[in-house]
């Protein structure tokens, strides 16, 4: 695993981000344009931590401190093509985790039925179904919803 360095996305960076997010799945199967992803990571509300590699941006986690149950929620984590299978999302998630288990006891995402390889990915973090919307965003398809105790 390489070395990144991980930190609160810089203002300019969000666009980057956003722009990752509308040219890579699920957002393109979902149907999640660039102007809503931009509006995410515009949105205050929303904490985006950006993973550098030789001090370029290389993969991002966007996260809500409350987004579910009061609990930190990850809206998205993406990672550049070019380092998919780096560690560089196992390394987003876990300073997520740690971030947040300061003062949370638990984390959650939702990730869709189709997604069969971020399902693999998050139950190797230790992240278990915990519920499923069935036809929520896609017909035929659901998101399902996953938590992991963090402490």
């Given at each position: 695993m390489e070395d990144f360095i991980i930190e609160q996305a810089k203002f300019e960076e969000r666009e980057w981000v956003a722009k990752l997010m509308s040219d890579s799945q699920p957002w393109i199967n979902l149907r999640i344009a660039?102007?809503?992803?931009?509006?995410?990571?515009?949105?205050?509300?929303y904490l985006i931590f950006t993973a550098h590699l030789e001090n370029l941006?290389?993969?991002?986690?966007?996260?809500?401190?409350?987004?579910?149950a009061g609990s930190p929620y990850v809206k998205s984590i993406v990672v550049s093509e070019n380092l998919k299978g780096k560690?560089?999302?196992?390394?987003?998630?876990?300073?997520?985790?740690?971030?947040?288990?300061?003062?949370?006891?638990?984390?959650?995402?939702c990730v869709s039925s189709f997604n069969k390889a971020a399902q693999s990915f998050y139950k190797r973090l230790g992240y278990e179904q915990?519920?499923?919307?069935?036809?929520?965003?896609?017909?035929?398809?659901?998101?399902?919803l996953m938590h992991k105790k963090l402490a």
């Open positions: 660039y102007e809503q992803c931009q509006k995410t990571c515009n949105d205050p509300e941006p290389c993969g991002a986690i966007v996260m809500h401190p409350r987004g579910v560690g560089v999302g196992t390394a987003l998630m876990k300073y997520a985790e740690n971030y947040f288990g300061k003062s949370s006891k638990h984390m959650f995402l915990a519920g499923e919307f069935k036809d929520y965003i896609i017909e035929g398809e659901s998101e399902i």
